[in-house]
């Protein structure tokens, strides 16, 4: 079994989940290759301790991650911190040597991202993908399955997005991905836009223009200290696109919504595709349903199909056992070993999302930025 050394630079919310996803790597009884972390960095030394207390492997924990990339022991890198530090943080990850997995949007702006794909080209040796689990659930995998065999002939319809709600609490203080300075001008398109986009995108559904409709629905917020802060991201955006197979086929509707302010949901995440021969739809909100129309003998009849652990990486988990959120973590990072031990993806839906995917999401964010402004259609 190879054994990858990882550093973590970023250690809230994402960075434990790697490192838990890390800690049960026995789940996975197929991998001939194991993440193991050796290394963690937060700018602020309380978010560490839960790191040292759990990983005895760890042997550097650091405020400053230019440690941790002087470190010749770590091999790869899990960065997990605010879009305002994408840039400089990732690049400076490539300049010494190390593989990476960024989270998205990489990069604060089209800017940033152009500067990072710059430093990607720049070393070419290395290993880039970008953060996105969600295709990984089953139900995504099987509708992956059927577009790898041409099922949906002719796609008519294609929608897919993230939707939360937490934001619906005017009480909830304001932090980091509501602030412009930290979360950037794309607000709910940078923070879940990579979510919506990953599938589509991987299918070759590439948007050629859109028309974009941006929300700001709660302008304030507490500031976590007694007072009140102005909120300036937006909250919602919806995306109406018109994509296409490639650049000589038909266009056909593509519509991405990331809304922060969704009444009535957790953490959705959902893709539809309707094609001429069959259709299928998948949500997180009922993360065991796979919903599938096949037109045969002039019957248009939905089929409702429970899924289990159909996962790309097999598991130890019984195969009629449900799948979660931190199981997708765990696919996706087995996705990323795979591909850095075997030097290609599992399959086309194995992979995690690219650097050129992510450069695709920020033309799109960009145009719909522009969209928005001008009331307008905006080509890609
Ligand atoms: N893939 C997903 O489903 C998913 C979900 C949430 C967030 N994210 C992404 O993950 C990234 C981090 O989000 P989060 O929710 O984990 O945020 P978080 O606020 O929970 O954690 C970020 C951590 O980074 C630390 N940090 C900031 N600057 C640093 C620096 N220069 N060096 C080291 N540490 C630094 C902060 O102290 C904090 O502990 C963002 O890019 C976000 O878009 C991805």
Known sequence: MRTVRFGIIGCGLMGREFASAAARWCHLPEMKVRP??????DAKPEPMEWFSQNFPSIKLATTDYR?????ESVEAVYCAVPHNQHKDVYCDILAAGKHLMGEKPFGIDKLANDAINAAIAAHPGLLVRCSSEFPFFPGAQRIARMLDAGAFGKIIEVAGGLLHSSDLDLDKPINWKRMIEFNGEYG???????HACHFPFRAGFIPRNVRAILSKIVTERPDGKGGRAACLTWDNATLFCEAAESPDADGF??????HRIAPGETDTWYIEILGAKMSARFSTKNPRRLEVMEYRNGVQAWQQIDTGQDTAFKTITGSIFEFGFSDAILQMWAAFLHELAEGRPAGRFAGCATPQEAALSHRLFTAALESHKNHATVAL
């Open 36 to 41: 193991q972390i050796v290394a963690v960095c």
């Open 67 to 71: 440690q941790i990339l002087a470190d």
């Open 188 to 194: 709910c398109m940078g923070d879940l836009g990579m």
């Open 253 to 258: 509707p593509l519509a991405l919504k990331t």
